[in-house]
């Protein structure tokens, strides 16, 4: 197979002024990708606003020799998605690729946490989604075509003590693919969703410098390039990785056990059906909601 290629087409990455988007963008933009790169500019908690980081790396596409235009809305406004995908539409009369990149968090254990800290996660990472995800969606499905990649993050799909708010926000994000990868299908519109480590202002906190060094965006970017391109034949897959270590999560889902429902009890369930279902190495990845509820509805004697 040869090298991908991105020319014609346009990407819209969320929050491309920082770490990942930034490096997510150029990646796509050295294979000749327009770029229309939005971030806000606010701090990593989302206070404030400040057009100079993505201006910058705007000014970096460009110097490529790619097209590249900056916005620099809050996506978690309505309106602010609506003019993102503007952007594209504007400057470029399409809209092919969508990184729902943007985030900030605010950590805090789960009895500190104000309503303030829940909502300011939600906003970029659950609605700031839907709203530049959804004001894209017409023009992919109109095309034919599109390829959109989620952020989680191993917070959501694992748990992490402190991230209550941002790792159901984060899973929020699995549950639009799982969905959109439906929706998409006959429209050749492909949803993926990646849970990266990477080095960046939000990490460079918690991991000591000889392990950031290691963990560089790039290694991130390239599944993004592989998942953004016309070639990619995955839909509904969350890839996980950092420091150039790549693997897949699956949710799955054990056989099952069945008893009669009119001997069925609490200490049934208790002391019988629950050690039935523990062993998580009998659980299987299911495609979908179909597959998932027949696994269930082939057991049941009617
Ligand atoms: P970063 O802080 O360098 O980049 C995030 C960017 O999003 C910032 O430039 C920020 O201004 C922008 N942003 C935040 N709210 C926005 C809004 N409402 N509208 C527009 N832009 C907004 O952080 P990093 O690490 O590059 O994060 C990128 C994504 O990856 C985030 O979604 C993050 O949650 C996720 N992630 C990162 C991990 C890591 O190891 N770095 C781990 C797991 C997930």
């Known amino acids: 197979m040869g090298d991908m290629r991105f020319d014609n087409r346009v990407a819209i990455i969320t929050g491309g002024g920082g770490s990942l988007g930034r490096s ?87 009895h500190k946490m104000t309503e303030e800290d829940w909502d300011k996660i939600y906003s970029v990472h659950v609605k700031g989604v839907f709203n530049v995800t959804h004001a894209a969606w017409p023009h992919m499905r109109d095309a034919n075509y599109g390829r959109i990649v989620m952020t989680t993050s191993g917070a959501g799909l694992w748990g992490n003590f402190g991230q209550v708010n941002y790792s159901s926000a984060k899973m929020a994000q699995v549950g639009m693919m799982n969905a ?64 150039g270590y790549y693997t897949r999560v699956w949710i799955t889902q054990h056989p099952g056990t069945y008893i009669p429902v009119e001997q069925v009890t609490a200490e049934k369930f208790r002391d019988e059906v629950r050690g039935k279902i523990a062993d998580a190495t009998q659980a299987k990845a299911v495609p979908g909601l179909q597959e998932a509820t027949m696994g269930i509805m082939k057991h049941i004697k009617f």
């Open 24 to 110: 997510h963008a150029i990646a796509l933009a050295k294979r000749g990708c327009n770029i229309v790169l939005n971030d806000v500019g606010g701090s990593f908690k989302g206070e404030g606003a400040d057009k100079g980081p993505a201006q910058k790396v705007v000014e970096e596409i460009q110097a490529l020799g790619v097209k590249c235009v900056g916005n620099f809305d809050d996506i978690g406004s309505k309106e602010g998605g609506k003019n993102v995908v503007k952007a594209a539409i504007d400057n470029f009369g399409r809209v092919d690729i969508v990184i729902n990149n943007a985030g900030i968090i605010r950590d805090v254990s789960f």
């Open 180 to 243: 959109l990868k439906l929706e998409g299908k006959k429209h050749n519109i492909k949803v993926n969703t990646i849970a990266p480590i990477a080095k960046s202002r939000m990490t460079e906190t918690v991991m000591p410098p000889p392990m950031l060094a290691k963990f560089q965006p790039e290694a991130i970017s390239a599944m993004v390039t592989y998942l953004c391109s016309e070639e990619c034949d995955e839909s509904g897959a969350i890839f996980e990785g950092g420091g």
